[in-house]
């Protein structure tokens, strides 16, 4: 039983740890704070394996976002993108926005980047975002909401930065 359920976390890691990366990325926008949380919440999930193989995603998403947002509590979250990194743009994306969007994000604090990455990154309901983020049902809409106008506002601001320059 034990190799049973090694063999799984094993399959679990490798088929989920991209994803998981991405996710830490996308909120953090820092290539090392993005490992460094996948580690630990992989590192987590495997320690209670026996109680979570059912759930797995659950508590991992629970776990790096909370890792994540506990960072950002204590560090303060990054200003400025690394200027390597850029997103990789497909044909479906408006290309102009897209650096715009990630801009803003970096502005906004990093609970809503957060709301906004698990909602609309990783598609979950509002009910699996609440979880995560441990905050009710009925609160994730409302700072949903907020979110979006101030990205909205971050974004116009950014549009005429760059038009000013």
């Not at 850029?86 to 479906?92: D, E, K």
């Amino acid at each position: 039983m034990k190799a049973e359920l090694e063999e799984g976390f094993e399959s679990f890691a490798a088929a989920t740890a991209d994803r998981w990366y991405r996710v830490a990325y996308a909120i953090t926008r820092d290539h090392e704070l993005a490992g460094e949380a996948v580690s630990s919440a992989l590192a987590a999930a495997y320690a209670r394996w026996r109680t979570v193989h059912r759930d797995p995603e659950t508590y991992v998403r629970r776990s790096l976002v909370n890792d994540l947002l506990g960072w950002a509590r204590r560090r303060g979250a990054p200003s400025q993108p690394h200027d390597a990194v850029r997103i990789r743009r497909t044909a479906a994306r408006d290309l102009a926005d897209t650096d715009t969007v990630w801009a803003a994000m970096l502005e906004m604090p990093v609970g809503q980047r957060a709301l906004i990455v698990l909602r609309y990154y990783e598609r979950l309901t509002e009910d699996e975002v609440a979880h995560t983020l441990a905050i009710r049902p009925e609160l994730v809409q409302a700072q949903l909401t907020a979110a979006l106008v101030d990205l909205r506002r971050l974004m116009a601001l950014a549009r005429e930065r760059a038009r000013a320059s």
